[in-house]
């Protein structure tokens, strides 16, 4: 519109313009005394006034325009855009990739989809704070852009999780496990952080969208793409750090039985399928019962009794250990209650657990409300649960001593700083793992640890207990090493509490059946716990 007024003051500016020097050409012309019409002129005045309105009018439109160009680029920028690393983000990675799909397609070129996830990166992100985890994250990105060719995309799909998108041959996949292998070198030098120093590993999963094409005779989308180097990605993380892994049609299989694992665990735990089961812990020297372990079995309506092996690491992933812990342990609690007060229960303890710093409240909650002597309960934790934080973890074993509770350092000898870790904690007793009871009798080398290990327990003032006492030969060459506690398979499996009152009651060692009156503070407790 605005052009339109220019333009129609344009012609007027030449219509009267040209008006006033025909006049003026006239005038000058016959010498009259007529001169040039002043209504002329000013109509002139007026035009070349508008005229320059309308232009600044112009101009400012224009720049208005511009402006506006560019907040919208920006703001497509910033939609598209991760603020932290510069990269691409879940939005935008998937169309560029359909878009550089197409471009590779049309040389024959496929295209791999690499998804890096950095390994535990809460922890380091909890243990040196958020700027510190930003600082990382920010230099991953850096390192990755560093290495790619130039018309890969780099994105951050949320948290700690990047993806690579690069053409490449199909026939040479190797391009790509060498670009990885920079990728993870590069990565594995040290992230300077102020005084601290962090280490960063990564797990790798890729999908190619030449190997979806054989199997459907589809071509794959960005998506499915996506997805598949998802669950490569996370077979590469539990086969350890720094792996990488390309996608197999079994994998998706494998994780739809986790999932369906997944939700069978969240189920039993609401529902109560998880139940305690006891090992004896024998007094080696004696032969007497001292206490019992108790070991979580999943009764799964489907799938019969389960040992924790299957359902602990997933219980930690998905992060209801701690729920399903506390409802065993009430368990346990209420079990042993009725038992020979003299006999303690042992009870393991996740890493995970230990992360919450509540945990020993909890406990302590715990032994509150069913009434359960502290002293009679010994929590047994390995050592990958002092590698995280040991200040935290020291306090939190601090406070549950002083209640009266014990601890224990399980499965000695597995972990690689077994020594520094009996040193930094204050352990009530040491549990040697079973793999070096297991080699006593092999040959003459296999008590030479066990002989080691307790004596290391006595010179520190730590008793020991042996796990995974089979047979007779066993037991009696553990006799000869020391004043040791045992418990293993030679005492009999891991039973329910019914069975393991069955025994009690056979051995005359229910806390009802014994003929020593209860202590005082004991039947003041029963009496408010009804
Ligand atoms: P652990 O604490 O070292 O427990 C001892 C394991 O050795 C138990 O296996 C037990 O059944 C087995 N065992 C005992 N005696 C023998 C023997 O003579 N020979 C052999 N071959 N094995 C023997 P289980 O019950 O399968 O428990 C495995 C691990 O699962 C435990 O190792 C413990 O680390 C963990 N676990 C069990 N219950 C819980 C729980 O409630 N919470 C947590 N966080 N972990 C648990
Ligand atoms: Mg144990
Ligand atoms: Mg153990």
Redo the contacts with the bound molecule.
Sequence with gaps: MALGIAAAAIILFLGTGGKMVSQMARSWASESSGGVDPTVVSTLMLNVALIIFIMRRHRDLVREVAERRKAEDLARELADIDPLTGCLNRRSIPPATDKLMEEASRSSRGIAFIMIDLDDFKQVNDLNGHQAGDEILRTVAERIRNLLPRDALLGRLGGDEFAIVVSYQPMLPERINALITRIIESIAQPFELGAATAEITISVGIAANHDTLAETGEPYDAQTLIHKADIAMYEAKKHGKNRSCWFEAPMEKALQVRNELEAAIRKGVKTGEFV??Y?QQIDLDTGELAGF?????WRSPDLGLI???VF?PIAEDIGI?GE??EN?ITQAFEDARDWDPALTLS????PV?LRDPWFSQKILKLLLESGFSANRLDL?I?ESCLLENIGVVRSMITSLKNQGVKISL??FGTGYSSLAMLRSLPFDRI?V??SFV?DIGKDENGSKIIKAIASLGDGLKVPVTA????NTIILETLKKVGKLKG????YG??EDAKAVRKRLVAADRMASLLDTPAAPEDDARRHSHG
């Design positions: 305690p089961f090992e372990e108790m070991l979580a079995r040992g924790p092996e602990i250990i399903l812990s065993l009870v393991n303890i996740s657990q047994e390995t399980d499965d549990k793992d079973r297991g796990e995974g006492i089979e418990q293993g398979y030679h499996k891991p």
